[in-house]
């Protein structure tokens, strides 16, 4: 009788860890947009920022004496937390399909931590003080996102680098049918309409770039708050890099897969330097 030891599986778990950690890496979309912290602790991080400067004339032969202030001031603080997912793969399931659950749980516990980051991220749009969507109800218009995208414009936050417009699905969805109509108002788009129908998902027009996001939710209303923002907008601090642990329960037969993150998150330096976007998201 064929009996397969605790000891004959481990080699499969540094593959299952491997692979959800490139899952979890990878399928991350708002770490890449924000702000980016790390620390070995969990002490709360207290954020601070400068006062912007601005200059002025000076008249010839006038000493001048008019030093501006250039303290530090705390605008918010980020508490880390930790995020756990756990799989148990029995025995049996292992020795009758050892590369079915592997491959199962590697994706499924990579996913689930990049979609708990994605969604805690997203979930910040709706702390933005101020609205540029189309509100609740309506579809979402590019006339509106551009309103978003001039405002922050006029606070200049494109000192902080590129503009993002990250939007619900069912949001570019609107958008892209908006610019897709061959009516004659549309004419004029030429080729922003023509990049919005090709680039469905992800695309970089009108000095943007745009992308799409599932994890945002839609509220019972059939609503969603979408975001468009520079990087010091929102804030992501990495405490505990994803990481695995497999433990033995002999009694059960099985291995128990526990894989964590310890992060915080929370509105960046700059929370000016993002608006929301709250429109219609119901199902085209």
């Known amino acids: 009788m064929a009996i397969t030891k605790s000891t004959d599986l481990n080699s499969l778990f540094s593959d299952i860890y491997e692979r959800a950690i490139f899952v979890a890496r990878e399928m991350n979309l708002m770490v890449q947009l924000v702000s980016n912290y790390s620390a070995n602790n969990f002490y709360t991080r207290h954020l601070k920022t400068r006062p912007q400067l601005s200059a002025e004339a000076v008249t010839e032969g006038v000493d001048y004496n008019n030093a501006q202030t250039f303290g530090l001031t705390e605008v918010g603080t980020l508490t880390p937390g930790e995020k756990m997912v756990q799989v148990v793969l029995t025995d049996i399931d292992v020795m009758n399909d050892p590369d079915g659950a592997m491959q199962d749980a590697s994706q499924e516990m990579g996913a689930s931590i990049a979609t708990k980051i994605d969604t805690d991220l997203v979930g910040l749009f709706s702390s933005f003080s101020t609205d540029k969507g189309t509100g609740a109800g309506n579809a979402a218009t590019l006339a ?141």
């Open 144 to 284: 509106s996102v551009a309103a978003g995208v001039s405002l922050l414009r006029t606070r200049f936050a494109t000192q902080d680098g590129q503009i993002n417009v990250v939007l619900h699905p069912y949001h570019w969805h609107d958008i892209w049918v908006l610019l897709g109509q061959p009516a004659s108002n549309q004419a004029l788009l030429g080729e922003v309409a023509n990049a919005a129908l090709r680039d469905y998902f992800v695309g970089n027009w009108l000095g943007v770039t745009w992308y799409t996001s599932a994890n945002i939710s839609v509220d019972a209303s059939d609503d969603a708050i979408s975001g468009i923002f520079t990087q010091s907008a929102l804030a992501f601090d990495s405490r505990i890099a994803p990481t695995m642990e497999p433990e033995r329960d002999a009694s059960l037969r099985a291995w128990e897969l526990n894989m964590i993150a310890g992060y915080a998150y929370g509105l960046g330096k700059r929370p000016t330097y993002g608006v929301k976007y709250t429109a219609d998201a119901a199902t085209p």
